[in-house]
Every structure is written in C-alpha cells, then in structure tokens.
C-alpha cells in the first residue's frame, strides 16, 4: 500500500510572501497603490493583487479610498508597531552601540534617563584607563549640572526647567552653571545644536559630550554620553562628537524615531 503524500505547503508560503512584497510597495514617497499599478510592481495578475488586497481590508491591514479607488496601509499596522515601541527595552537596544562607542573612544560611556528632576544612569560601558571619568548605576544626579543630564535638561518643557531652577542651583564645581539666566541660555544653546558639551562642571579635570536618544514619537528619552579626562579628552573631541552623534542616531532608528532617519536622508 502507497503511504500518502502530504500536501505541499509551499503554494501557501509563496502567498504569504506576495502579501509580505505587497505592504512594503506603501512607503513615505508612494503611500497609494492601485491594483494595475501593484500587478506591474510585482509582477503577478490583478486578480490575485485585488484577492490580497481584499483579505488585508478586510483585517484592516489595508484601507481603500473610495474617491479614487486607491489602497493604503491600515491602522492595523500601526497598532502592530506600537506592541513592537511598547515591547523595545531600552538598555537592550542601546547596549551594543555603548559597548562600540567605548571602544572606539577609549573613554567612559553612559545612558542616562530623567526621573523627576534627576537623572539616573541606567547603563554603562567604563573605559579600561587607570584615569577615567565614570558614574555609578542607579545613582540620581542634578540635571543641570554634565553633560549626560543638561541635555536632558535642555528637552523638558519650559515649566519643568523651571521648576528645577527655581528650586536652587548648587555648584559641584567653580564651572557649574549657577546663574539662571546663563542656564537658561546654556540650555536653549543645547536645543538648538542638538548635543551638549561640558567641561569641569561636575567633576574637575572631567570633560563630556551628550546626544539626544529619540523614540518612535521624536520625544528625546535618554541621553547617551562619552565622558573622560581633559587631558585625553582635548586630543580627541572631534572624534568623540561623531561617534557619539552616530551612536546616538542608531539607537533612536531602533526606538522607531522618524526624525532620526529622516535627518539621516537629508546627510546622504
């Protein structure tokens, strides 16, 4: 007796796979497709483009512009992406970019976020030099005072800057700023240029640089910073900018953020 053949699977697969094709057709530049068009772009028959299109409208993958007859993504999709921003942690996206950016620096890195009018580093990669600047996990530092938290700083709302420095502004060094009204305008300085860097104000002989880490939303969520000696640190500043801007920027297009990539476009 002949044993039965299992039915083949891959008819299935390769369904799967054009619809796969199909939702990566919608794009920034082409947000509207219509079924001659989509038949042409991948090359199949309009009828089996409209069977795809009519299963992904159908769980809302996919809407249809009932004026001109168009398709284009569904809210589906977005929903599917916020499990996706929900789901991302943080320090797990940022770790290995922190252990790259370490080791190209040579210096100390840090990723520190806000809580309440502090900032709290979460993670960090030391540098191996018997000399170097470095913060303990967990420890909750003023946020105007180094590079790490000024920028953070720099990103809240006017009323909660406001709010800090109304509640006094202690010196940890002769650099750091106490004066309102020159923070105020260090601060609008950082925004402006989209880093921040300190030299001396914390810790003396300690020199750092911050950038913004974005979120799917473009809200600024931590900062990532390389901070060392000045001795090393002068010799080495250009360097320390670009890699930390870079480093920056990945971990904002793994968080999702759309003003990180398309910042990027307009470089290229």
């Known amino acids: 007796m002949e044993s039965?053949?299992?039915?083949?699977?891959?008819?299935?697969?390769?369904?799967?796979?054009?619809?796969?094709?199909?939702?990566e057709c919608f794009t920034d530049a082409k947000p509207e497709w219509g079924v001659t068009e989509l038949s042409e772009e991948l090359d199949c028959y309009k009828s089996v483009v409209h069977r795809m299109l009519s299963t992904l409208e159908e769980r809302g993958y996919v809407t249809q512009n009932p004026v001109n007859k168009?398709?284009?993504?569904?809210?589906?999709l977005f929903e599917l992406g916020m499990v996706v921003a929900r789901g991302m942690n943080l320090r797990t996206l940022a770790k290995p970019?922190?252990?790259?950016?370490?080791?190209?620096?040579?210096?100390?890195?840090?990723?520190?976020v806000v809580d309440g009018h502090s900032g709290v580093c979460i993670e960090k990669f030391e540098s191996?030099?018997?000399?170097?600047?470095?913060?303990?996990?967990?420890?909750?530092?003023?946020?105007?005072g180094g590079a790490p938290t000024k920028?953070?700083?720099?990103?809240?709302?006017?009323?909660?800057?406001?709010?800090?420095?109304?509640?006094?502004?202690?010196?940890?060094?002769?650099?750091?700023?106490?004066?309102?009204?020159?923070?105020?305008?260090?601060?609008?300085?950082?925004?402006?240029?989209?880093y921040s860097w300190t030299f001396q104000e914390v810790d003396m002989g300690s020199v750092g640089i911050a950038f913004p880490v974005r979120n799917h939303e473009n809200q600024v969520v931590a900062s990532i910073s390389v901070l060392g000696p000045q001795f090393r640190m002068e010799d080495k500043m250009e360097k320390c900018h670009e890699c930390c801007r870079q480093a920056a920027?990945?971990?904002?297009l793994k968080l999702g953020s759309k003003w990180v990539y398309e910042a990027r476009i307009a470089e290229v």
Not at 70 to 76: A, I, M, N, T, V
Not at 155 to 173: D, K, N, R, T
Not at 249 to 252: G, L
């Open 249 to 252: 920027q990945t971990i904002s």
């Open 70 to 76: 168009k398709y284009s993504l569904g809210l589906k």
């Open 4 to 23: 039965e053949s299992k039915p083949k699977k891959k008819p299935k697969l390769e369904t799967a796979h054009r619809m796969l094709l199909l939702l």
């Open 128 to 144: 191996h030099e018997s000399i170097k600047s470095t913060s303990q996990l967990g420890k909750r530092v003023p946020l105007y």
């Open 97 to 112: 970019e922190l252990k790259t950016l370490a080791e190209q620096t040579g210096e100390s890195v840090l990723l520190t």
């Open 151 to 194: 920028l953070l700083m720099a990103f809240l709302p006017e009323p909660e800057q406001e709010e800090i420095i109304a509640a006094g502004l202690q010196a940890f060094s002769p650099f750091t700023e106490t004066d309102p009204d020159i923070l105020r305008e260090a601060l609008a300085q950082i925004r402006k240029q989209d």
